[in-house]
């Protein structure tokens, strides 16, 4: 019964997306998703680039010094919108279906999203 309701995201990995709140907030530049997480009670993304932290490793047989990484982490779902290549702009989707595929459609542009 988990995953009978599960809620359904027009955004998936590798797709570009801006960043629509936050400290990264930039709706002129798109980045690319690297991973989703619909898992969770609140869903989060990977956005390149976007809520960069610190991470300090421990020394190991590969690093016996240590480091220190910058590297991405998770943002909330709801602080993205889809990129629409055609108006150059941030756009909702809506699905149609045909031959039993679901596609997204740009609701701007009326453009389909690959």
Same mark, same amino acid.
């Given at each position: 019964?988990k995953n009978?309701?599960?809620?359904?995201? +027009?955004?998936?990995?590798?797709?570009? $997306?801006?960043?629509? @709140?936050g400290?990264?907030?930039?709706?002129?530049?798109?980045?690319a998703?690297? +991973?989703?997480?619909?898992?969770? $009670?609140?869903p989060?993304?990977?956005?390149?680039? $976007?809520?960069?932290?610190t =991470?300090?490793?421990?020394?190991?047989?590969?690093?016996?010094?240590? +480091?220190? $990484?910058?590297?991405?982490a998770?943002?909330?779902?709801?602080?993205?919108?889809?990129?629409?290549?055609k @108006?150059? +702009?941030? @756009?909702?989707?809506?699905?149609?279906?045909?031959?039993? =595929?679901?596609l997204?459609?740009?609701?701007k542009?009326?453009?389909?999203i =690959?």
């Open positions: 019964m009978r309701f599960k809620t359904k995201y +027009s955004i998936k990995r590798g797709d570009q $997306v801006v960043v629509i @709140t400290d990264d907030k930039d709706l002129n530049t798109p980045k998703v690297l +991973s989703v997480n619909t898992d969770d $009670v609140s989060r993304i990977i956005v390149e680039g $976007v809520n960069m932290v =991470k300090h490793i421990k020394p190991n047989a590969q690093s016996p010094q240590g +480091s220190i $990484v910058k590297q991405e998770p943002i909330a779902i709801s602080n993205v919108m889809l990129w629409d290549a @108006t150059k +702009s941030a @756009t909702k989707v809506r699905t149609e279906r045909k031959d039993g =595929k679901a997204r459609i740009s609701k542009s009326g453009e389909v =690959k």
